[in-house]
């Protein structure tokens, strides 16, 4: 039993590694423009060279994350991978349906899904269900480019920071009640607006514009955070505010019903063994004895 632990314990630790890493990565590709001496201006092919790298490495990462979800216990971690790529598919649907006939501004369904999947089953699974669901959208939908692993990588943090609600949810006993369902859509809010602004930073080291709201080599930080903001509120605050309005609304209006569903599946893959392989034979020995005994004195 403490070797069944501790094997546990480490296989855990090596998940966790691995969203460390992709996490770590995605955060040097976001920021090391800011470190080079010299930027050329390329708008909308900004990072066009490196996105392929990142890109192999977060798939990479997925896929080794994975397979490591999935050699946990045998039968609960097959239904929840199982799971998860039902939920994956259906995530992308909704990422076809939003191209196909596009809500208000930068509205979009899919992250209804990975925010519940995530408070439910866990950040790794929320980090999976949202980078998956980005990329299989984007095959569906041709949605592919140099931007799309960086729309991979915020999915994914979405769904891994959102287990950070339950734990608010738990320490104001909030759960089961309707607080629980603000919480919620708090974070969707929160992050409605945060996508939008990490997927304006992807690419805004390379633009070009007014001073006052473009970067230049050599700007400081607080003069960076200023044009930042500027340009932000200037080309992405109502487009996103959409998003964060749509993500809240869904939450409130269906996010009872899929939490209780999401959790009704979530008893049915964990289970504990009262007995090991050793307890078991020995009763069933003692089963067979006490049949025999009971034949022979009849």
């Known amino acids: 039993m403490a070797a069944r632990k501790a094997v546990r314990s480490t296989a855990n630790a090596l998940r966790w590694v691995v969203y460390g890493l992709t996490s770590l990565i995605g955060v040097v590709a976001f920021l090391y423009p800011f470190f080079i001496p010299s ?31 999935a050699q946990g216990e045998a039968t609960s971690d097959a239904k929840r991978t199982a799971l998860l790529g039902v939920l994956v598919g259906l995530n992308a649907v909704l990422g ?9 501004g930068g509205f979009s369904p899919t992250f ?11 950040g790794r699974f929320g980090f999976l269900l949202g980078s ?12 592919i480019g140099p931007w799309l692993p960086y729309r991979m990588l915020v999915a994914g943090w979405i769904g891994l920071g959102a287990p950070l609600v339950l734990a608010l949810s738990r320490a104001f006993h909030a759960q089961g009640t309707r ?12 992050w409605g607006l945060a996508f ?14 007014p001073d006052t709201q473009h ?35 869904m ?7 899929t939490v209780r569903t999401l959790r009704r599946f979530a008893r049915r893959f964990f289970f504990t063994v009262a007995a090991g392989p050793a307890a078991y034979v020995a009763g069933e020995r003692a089963a067979a004895s006490g049949t025999a005994t009971r034949e022979a004195r009849g």
């Open 179 to 190: 607080w629980e369902l603000v919480l919620l859509a708090g974070y969707g809010a929160v």
């Open 132 to 143: 998956l669901t980005l990329f299989v959208s984007a095959l569906i939908t041709g949605g």
């Open 251 to 257: 939450i409130l209006l269906f996010g009872a019903p």
């Open 215 to 249: 970067w230049q080599p050599g700007v400081g930080l607080g003069e960076t955070l200023q044009r930042f903001l500027a340009f932000y509120i200037a080309t992405s605050l109502i487009w996103d505010a959409m998003r964060a309005v749509g993500t809240v609304a």
């Open 196 to 209: 939008g602004a990490l997927m304006d930073l992807w690419f805004w080291p390379f633009a070009i514009g």
């Open 112 to 122: 209804f899904l990975i925010i519940l999947g995530g408070y439910v089953y866990g």
């Open 96 to 104: 076809f349906l939003e191209t196909a006939i596009p809500g208000p």
């Open 39 to 69: 930027l050329t201006s390329s708008g909308g092919l900004a990072h066009a060279v490196d996105s392929p790298l990142f890109l192999g490495l977060l798939g990479g990462f997925s896929l080794v994350a994975l397979l490591l979800e």
